[in-house]
């Protein structure tokens, strides 16, 4: 009896050590010197200096247009994720021909093949000078400028995150019990109030599940406002790489990256609450 | 006069690619009635009831409901309700809302006060008052059953279509819904139309039974009708428990035939069809049909192998020489011990009216001439 307990604690040890190792040693520890770094000061030299302070959390206004930038294009960018993808997801799981599923689902996912930067790279080119406003020049529009605007980072980021949208939309409306969609149906309910009674509310967790994903990434996103905005949309992620590598000071950094992480958690929880409200269901899909 | 009928097949064949699910049903249901279509799985009786409902478009033919004709009528213009297999409710409304789904997609809209009391009479109805505020998971079978029903029957439909209904419940419950389901058609007046593979349930609850087989209607009449005039070998076979025993026809005696059995003993039958002199048949008996008595007494003489024992009546399996296991059935009268147990030597004769005997081949045709137009006028 109690060599049988002991095998069992010793097998869950076994099945959950590596990943709780790595957790600790690579997120736990990091996040808490992060969260000591953020009460500190920036040492003469750079880096960090002891200290307790919220001087750091009061100066967080100075990186007003980095929050303001990133609060604004990472639901809007989620958003118009959310409206492209959710068609896809709709046709891939409801319309397609059941033959043809398996090979559409891979279509979606094949960009992740290639690394996101030389994606991004070949957007450059496309919206550059010699890409799209060449040829728009080349019919009569001068002058239009599409690299280096916000504009060209949401595309981006629609391009970047699609795939990460479709998937579990797609899998929240494949679950969907098509005889619920005949049973609207036969109550009276026309194509369009069935869909919007019973097929969008049941695949609400998908689409929050999505659209969370997303937006938490995009909280986060370096690279696409880099190349794409040209420095000048500036993101969350450009302002700490910036604080951290160049200005060297780790604890205004800090409190920045520790506030994200906070409105990370405020995002996901709300999100799931939606979910669970509207859809009913208890379960919460990926995440 | 005869009245329009609630549900009319004109003709009605449906193919998926080059198969035939269902193939030139005609059939007409008077209004009132309690149908059920009855048959094996893939016999066709589901596609027939999607087809009501406008989920399934005939290949050929026309489905008329109360006289207008169903063609490009789509569901939610159809003045039909149905319950669905396993009940297909929203998972996330609540009963109430459930229920009050079809009264909410009228046009012209209806006050929410309406909304409110008719939905809460068909939860009353159903014997559900105060589930409302529920969610569907939170309740048993036999409840999330009363629920679909409620949200069927809000909507006042012209036939209530029900597909496989009880299937999902356990034995006790499902002779109470059986009950319960024959109250509500009396009560509320429309036409029912049950799908079911349980012959059992379907002779049970209805007023006729169309029994479907190969996506042809192969029998229709009032359960009695079907039970003790088996049109064919497949009803025989398949409505109710019976013995079936090869024989030729050895000759005819007024209306009867002689069917000799395969141990040679001659015995007289029924017949649905013309038989010739030394055609193979199929003899069908009644396990009531047949007595049990004293070893001497009958034409057939056999050892009981098995008794099953069901409270107010017995069933025997009883091994006869040169014809295999016969069922037979006996009434168990209390207090008398007359229980033949297993080993015994019995004698088997006839209780109660004469074998009906079928033509051994089954495309024969009989399948023909009752699926041309059947119509029920009650």
Known sequence: ?287 | MTAVPDIEFRGVTKRYGSVTAVSGIDLAVPPSAFVALLGPSGCGKTTCLRMIGGFEQPSEGQVFIRGQDMAGTPPYRRPVNMVFQQYALFPHLDVEDNVAYGLRQARPRLSSREITSRAGEALEMVRLAGYGRRKIHELSGGQQQRVALARALVNKPAVLLLDEPLAALDKKLRTDMQIELQNLQREIGITFVLVTHDQEEALSMSDFVCVMNGGRIVQLGQPSEIYDEPADLFVADFVGKTNLLSGTVAGHTGDLVEIALADGTVIAARKRTALQQGEAVSVSLRPESLSLGAPESGPFKGIVRNRIFLGSTAEYAIEVQGIGTLLAKADHLIGHGNLFKPGEPVAIGFASGTPLAFPETKNNGTNQRVDKHVEIIS
């Open chain 1, 1 to 287: 009896m109690h060599g049988s307990r002991l095998r069992k604690n010793l097998l869950t040890a076994m099945l959950l050590g590596p990943a709780t190792a790595w957790l600790v040693v690579f997120l736990v520890l990091p996040f808490i010197a992060i969260a000591v770094f953020s009460v500190g000061e920036r040492a003469p030299e750079g880096g960090y200096q002891a200290a307790f302070t919220l001087a750091q959390y009061a100066n967080l206004p100075a990186r007003a247009t980095a929050f303001w930038n990133t609060m604004v294009l990472a639901p809007v960018g989620a958003l118009a994720c959310l409206l492209v993808a959710y068609p896809v997801a709709y046709y891939l799981a409801l319309q397609a021909p059941q033959r043809w599923r398996l090979i559409l689902l891979a279509l979606v996912v094949i960009p992740f093949w290639t690394s996101l930067l030389m994606r991004t790279y070949a957007w450059m080119y496309v919206l550059g000078g010699r890409g799209i406003p060449a040829l728009l020049a080349y019919i009569g529009f001068e002058d239009v400028r599409l690299i280096n605007t916000p504009g060209a980072v949401l595309l981006g980021i629609v391009y970047g995150y699609l795939p990460l949208m479709i998937l579990p939309i797609y899998v929240s409306l494949e679950r969907l019990d098509r005889r619920l969609l005949e049973a609207s149906a036969d109550l009276g309910a026309t194509p369009i109030s069935t869909f919007l009674g019973v097929t969008l509310k049941l695949s609400l967790p998908g689409v929050m599940t999505g659209f969370s994903l997303v937006m938490i990434l995009l909280l986060g996103e370096y690279l696409i406002p880099t190349l794409l905005g040209g420095g000048k949309v500036f993101f969350i992620g450009n302002a700490l790489v910036d604080l951290f590598l160049q200005s060297r000071n780790w604890p205004f950094g800090s409190a920045i990256a520790i506030t994200l992480v906070l409105v990370s958690v405020v995002v996901l929880i709300a999100a799931n609450r939606i979910s669970t409200r509207v859809s009913g269901a208890r379960r919460v899909d990926l995440i």
